[in-house]
């Protein structure tokens, strides 16, 4: 039978976070974004010390991605992994899974639930092999616990909330919205998750695609506007960011987990729309401040279609590449700093 986490949520040790409250919340909610080329990799720590983290990226020979992400966990000072969500069970999200649990204890594991075709078993396998013990599945509407910081499920397993949060309402950028065919059915399954702190919003949708993408946000923008918002799809947007998602939730910040050859500048598979438009998208996206990226994209490394280079974490090619990760720092009082690991370029915003 299918855990939930909200059923008997005891025997998931989130009643062991209670006790963490007690330590001082000065420290900032800080959020990670590890560099898995392409993949998606998020580490979440709040200010009382609890940490989350958002997908593991690939599997490879070497274990680039896990010791990537030790990095970043040795980085926010963190000697565990308190909750693990897997958004949904490709490869670029959960591969780097079993490396990384050798390397770091990881608490209780969260997704979707179990069901995936069968091109995609070998990665629930290997999750099992980790998290069968200690997992839940988490349906939309479900919170999962992390210290101060609200975490709303807004989707999984195919489903969405139906209720709006964070003064979600009317769309009326639905009346034109361009539709397009449902992709991946596991991308539709995706975890999707609000993070809320204060007047700071982060919102992860994992892989949504396009159709999924207007699901959510029309005739109601279910998720209402936002500080920080991480790509769909890895910012390749022939098949997401669909502009009558995206101008509705009106992030400030825009994170890009892209590669150097994967995501923004490059298509989905199934598609072949001319790529410099997804910048484009990012950029005139409403009252957003800035557009961050993991990469900058080699497919179309054109200055005009990537955003500046100190706001990039990382410039070269996959064999050189050092794997620099791009951090937000939020303060309680909603001022949030993005930071560039490779060059500590930062700069500072005031959530709206």
Not at 101 to 115: F, K, L, Q, S, Y
Not at 138 to 156: K, L, N, Q, Y
Request: glycine share 10%.
């Amino acid at each position: 039978m299918t855990k939930r986490i909200f059923r008997g949520v005891c025997g998931f040790g989130a009643c062991c976070f209670l006790g963490l409250g007690a330590a001082a919340q000065t420290k900032p909610f800080d959020i990670y974004w590890v560099d898995v080329e392409g993949g998606a990799a998020t580490l979440l720590v709040s200010p009382n010390g609890e940490s989350l983290l958002v997908d593991t990226g690939f599997p490879s020979a070497d274990n680039r991605d896990a010791e990537r992400i030790f990095a970043a966990t040795q980085e926010a000072g963190i000697t565990r992994i308190d909750t693990l969500v897997i958004t949904h069970f490709h490869r670029d999200h959960v591969g780097g899974l079993q490396a990384l649990a050798e390397m770091i204890p990881i608490g209780r594991c969260v997704d979707h639930g179990t069901n995936t075709e069968e091109s995609n078993q070998r990665w629930v396998d290997a999750y099992l092999s980790v998290c069968r013990e200690k997992r839940a599945a988490v349906g939309p509407g479900e919170r999962i616990p992390f210290g101060p910081v609200t975490v709303d499920v807004v989707a999984s397993d195919g489903g969405l909330i139906e209720t709006p949060v964070n003064d979600g309402g009317d769309n009326p950028l639905c009346a034109t919205a361009e539709q397009k065919a449902q992709a991946s059915p596991e991308n539709q399954r995706s975890v999707g998750a609000l993070f809320t702190y204060g007047r700071f919003t982060f919102l992860d949708l994992g892989d949504f695609n396009w159709a999924k993408e207007v699901e959510l946000s029309c005739p109601t923008n279910m998720v209402g506007e936002v500080t920080v918002y991480q790509t769909s799809r890895h910012g390749a947007w022939d098949d997401a960011g669909s502009p009558t998602h995206l101008y509705a939730i009106k992030p400030q910040v825009i994170i890009v987990n892209n590669g150097p050859r994967k995501g923004l500048g490059g298509t989905s598979p199934g598609y072949s729309e001319v790529t410099t438009r997804h910048f484009e998208r990012m950029s005139n996206s409403p009252e957003v401040e800035g557009v961050w990226q993991g990469h900058l994209s080699l497919l179309d490394p054109d200055p005009a279609h990537n955003t500046a280079p100190q706001m990039t974490a990382n410039l070269e090619d996959t064999a050189e590449c050092e794997g620099h990760w791009l951090r937000t720092s939020v303060n309680e009082d909603g001022t949030f700093t993005v930071t560039n690991g490779r060059n500590g370029f930062s700069r500072t915003y005031t959530a709206r």
